[in-house]
């Protein structure tokens, strides 16, 4: 009987280990599936939405283009400078030129011009030669460096252009002149919305003519590519101002931006 207690003891301690396991096991699950539960919704919501209807290969489609422009006056120049010394010696060249393109970078920073806007683009060191009776004779060395300065006060530029070529004197030549945006998003933008406009309304009027009715926008695609600013070019040292002349006038005048849309419905009857 004594050994009938302890085995029929043990079978009772055995239940509410067994009952607790249990609990613990579903309590698991349950927060399991709470947790699953926003994932899964998560996963299904980023699941790519259906084309618009009518947008299917096989339904009809109308494709049209639209240009439009946008105009602004630029807000930033951005000058070509460069600067020439020959002497004897290659070493003598280079020594004269440094000296000159550290007058021109010193009158940029006196007016103004932030050393992160001007850089070095360009450096040449070429050997002279004259040609007496065809003989080729080295006659000296020529050294060339390009300095390219953005300039962000058109007020001023002028002066700020006037200032390089009296610091350097003859050395200096004007390589050219590009006028450009600052940020040129809001003329950008503007031309956009113009193309846009435009090629709604051609739509509107193919589809009208066609007697069918436009469904829902399948596609619209910038097609423009990066333009060129506008660039004034071959400022040679002869149409420089010495020193005591007024500063060149510059007028950034007004910049056209295009852009271009391709556009695609879908066509109803």
Same mark, same amino acid.
């Given at each position: 009987?004594?050994?009938?207690?302890?085995?029929? $003891?043990?079978?009772?301690?055995?239940?509410?280990?067994?009952?607790?396991?249990?609990?613990?096991?579903?309590?698991?699950?349950?927060?399991?599936? !709470? $947790?699953?539960?926003? !994932?899964?919704?998560?996963?299904?919501? =980023?699941?790519?939405? &259906?084309?618009?209807?009518?947008?299917?290969?096989?339904?009809?489609?109308?494709?049209?283009?639209?240009?439009? /422009?946008?105009?602004?006056?630029? @807000?930033? %120049?951005?000058?070509?400078?460069?600067?020439?010394?020959?002497?004897?010696?290659?070493?003598?060249?280079?020594? +004269?030129?440094?000296?000159?393109?550290?007058?021109?970078?010193? !009158?940029?920073?006196?007016?103004?011009?932030?050393?992160? @806007?001007?850089?070095?683009?360009?450096?040449?060191?070429? *050997? +002279?030669?004259?040609?007496?009776?065809?003989?080729?004779?080295?006659?000296?060395? /020529?050294?060339?460096?390009?300095?390219?300065?953005?300039?962000?006060? %058109?007020?001023?530029?002028?002066?700020?252009?006037?200032?390089?070529?009296?610091?350097?004197?003859?050395?200096? /030549?004007?390589?050219?002149?590009?006028?450009?945006?600052?940020?040129?998003?809001?003329?950008? @933008?503007?031309?956009?919305?113009?193309?846009?406009?435009?090629?709604?309304?051609?739509?509107?009027?193919?589809?009208? *003519?066609?007697?069918?009715?436009?469904?829902?926008?399948?596609?619209?695609?910038?097609?423009? /590519? &990066?333009?060129?600013?506008?660039?004034?070019?071959?400022?040679?040292? =002869?149409?420089?101002?010495?020193?005591?002349?007024?500063?060149?006038?510059?007028?950034?005048?007004?910049?056209?931006?295009?852009? +271009?849309?391709?556009?695609?419905?879908?066509?109803?009857?």
């Amino acid at each position: 009987m004594a050994e009938g207690r302890g085995r029929g $003891w043990a079978r009772g301690r055995g239940g509410p280990r067994r009952t607790a396991l249990v609990a613990a096991t579903l309590a698991t699950l349950l927060l399991a599936g !709470a $947790w699953l539960g926003p !994932a899964l919704t998560s996963a299904a919501s =980023a699941s790519p939405s &259906p084309a618009p209807s009518g947008c299917a290969g096989s339904d009809p489609h109308l494709k049209v283009q639209g240009s439009g /422009q946008g105009s602004g006056t630029p @807000d930033v %120049l951005t000058a070509v400078f460069s600067f020439s010394s020959t002497a004897s010696s290659s070493s003598a060249a280079l020594t +004269q030129n440094n000296g000159k393109v550290a007058q021109a970078l010193q !009158a940029l920073t006196d007016n103004g011009v932030a050393k992160r @806007d001007t850089q070095t683009t360009a450096l040449n060191l070429s *050997a +002279q030669y004259a040609y007496p009776h065809g003989v080729p004779t080295l006659t000296g060395y /020529q050294a060339i460096e390009t300095v390219t300065a953005t300039l962000r006060h %058109l007020a001023t530029d002028g002066t700020t252009v006037d200032a390089v070529v009296t610091a350097t004197g003859n050395a200096a /030549q004007v390589d050219g002149l590009t006028f450009s945006f600052g940020d040129p998003s809001t003329v950008q @933008d503007e031309a956009r919305t113009a193309a846009v406009h435009q090629a709604v309304a051609h739509a509107q009027a193919m589809a009208a *003519a066609a007697g069918r009715k436009l469904g829902a926008v399948c596609s619209l695609t910038d097609d423009t /590519q &990066p333009a060129n600013p506008l660039e004034r070019q071959g400022f040679g040292d =002869a149409a420089l101002p010495s020193a005591g002349v007024p500063a060149v006038p510059l007028e950034p005048g007004t910049q056209v931006e295009s852009d +271009q849309v391709t556009m695609v419905y879908a066509l109803g009857r």
